[in-house]
């Protein structure tokens, strides 16, 4: 697909990476096959290569309205696309940098800016966020039972202290994580311990910059990979084996970190050393293999696998292998490749597409009566538990040696 980049963006970041993603575009339609929302909503502007089309429109110096940064907020970034395609276009990469021009370039109501705002002020802030959910849980007896499923239930998890190992990791801890479900990393943490590994949290390590590229902020989100570089290069001199990440969501982000920052000189060998670095948990369990983690002892589980681990960082197969090694017996999920609606603040903004997509994941992960739902990362595990009338958890929760699935 050609690409003739307008001379009002001549120089602007990121244009002339787009018009070569552009380019690789052959526009054969089989993304559309697996995109949810062109099978949800049948518009062609709401599958990937009508939103390529748009971008390209834009690209080329066309009139934008309203209507193509509708068609782009829609997308989930689930890239079950990029699986797909035949012809490896980085239609995530190229969203990214749609989005940031549409932000540029189109005034959204008084509104949407307010909410978009309030989300990441709130977001990325931990204490803010971590003092709005306490009152949530204090008001949440005297709510309708509709409305008190929507406040997450708090899971706490008292990190073990150890001793120190000869080998060392580092864990992202996230942003809304620690607040909601702590008891995520302090299972992970257990379970390296297992195997004599040191966990390391580096105190100035804040959000990935995934919320500010699912609305469309490059700037911030580069702002953020250079303050967790700075932070975690100290540990990486000293020694620190990977970057453990228990959010595929955050994982992914991470792993392209030496893309987001390729054009900067003082960080881009940094941020390619970094991005190397990261391994989702699994990965790390799948390789170490520890003994005297919690057995299933044959109960049934099933396990939504996260756009962001499946497409985003093309693991497959690996949390199921780990369960099933440790007693669980695994059920089928049908059409397993399509995304859950959470994707980041995509549930909150989009919340009808959003909600239709839950209940058809929920309807596919409970038809063979598992005992338990998992999954591996934070937002799937929020936007499917408010539904589910089963229990929801993090993998790493079912294995963890202090107890298993609580």
């Known amino acids: 697909m050609e690409l003739r980049v307008s001379e009002k963006y001549k120089g602007v970041s990121g244009l002339e990476e787009a018009a070569q993603i552009v380019q690789k575009c052959v526009h054969c339609g089989f993304c559309n096959a697996t995109c949810p929302t062109y099978q949800l909503l049948g518009d062609e502007r709401d ?68 909410i978009r705002f309030f ?38 998890g008292r990190r073990l202290r150890t001793t120190k190992h000869s080998r060392r990791m ?36 804040g ?7 699912h609305l469309g902020g490059i700037a911030e989100a580069k702002k953020f990979a250079r ?85 985003g960082q093309n693991i497959l197969g690996l949390v199921e292998e780990i369960l099933t090694e440790n007693g669980w017996l695994l059920t089928p999920v049908s059409e397993g490749h399509i995304c859950c609606g959470s994707a980041g603040t995509y549930s909150l903004l989009q919340r009808k597409i959003s909600n239709q997509l839950a209940e058809n994941k929920l309807i596919a992960l409970t038809k063979n009566e598992p005992d338990i739902i998992a999954s591996a990362n934070i937002g799937c595990l929020l936007h499917l538990e408010k539904r589910s009338e089963r229990p929801v958890r993090h993998w790493i929760e079912l294995l963890d040696p202090a107890g298993g699935m609580r």
């Open 227 to 311: 303050r967790n570089i700075n932070a975690w290069w100290p540990e990486v001199e000293n020694g620190a084996e990977m970057i453990v990440i228990t959010a595929s969501g955050c994982g992914v982000t991470v792993r392209e970190y030496s893309q987001l920052l390729s054009g900067e000189k003082e960080y881009a060998e940094k941020a390619a050393i970094i991005s190397s670095m990261v391994r989702d948990l699994c990965e790390v369990v799948a390789k170490e293999k520890p003994s005297g983690m919690s057995c299933g002892n044959g109960r049934r589980v099933a396990f939504h696998s996260p756009c962001t681990l499946q497409h």
């Open 207 to 213: 959000c990935c910059g995934a919320l500010s590229l």
């Open 47 to 114: 599958g990937p290569r009508g939103r390529i089309y748009l971008m390209k429109s834009m690209f080329e110096g066309n009139a934008t309205s309203k209507l193509t940064q509708l068609h782009l907020d829609r997308c989930l970034t689930c890239r079950a696309c990029e699986t797909t395609c035949p012809s490896g276009v980085r239609y995530g990469r190229l969203l990214e940098i749609g989005r940031d021009i549409t932000e540029q370039n189109i005034e959204r109501p008084m509104k949407e800016r307010l």
């Open 119 to 156: 989300l990441r002020k709130m977001l990325l802030s931990e204490g803010l966020f971590r003092f709005v959910f306490n009152i949530g849980r204090l008001v949440r007896p005297m709510l309708p039972p509709a409305t008190a499923k929507s406040i997450p239930r708090y899971r706490s």
């Open 170 to 205: 580092l864990l992202l801890d996230g942003c809304v994580q620690p607040a909601l479900m702590p008891a995520i990393n302090a299972a992970a943490v257990r379970v390296l311990n297992l195997v004599g590994i040191s966990v390391v949290v580096p105190s100035k390590v």
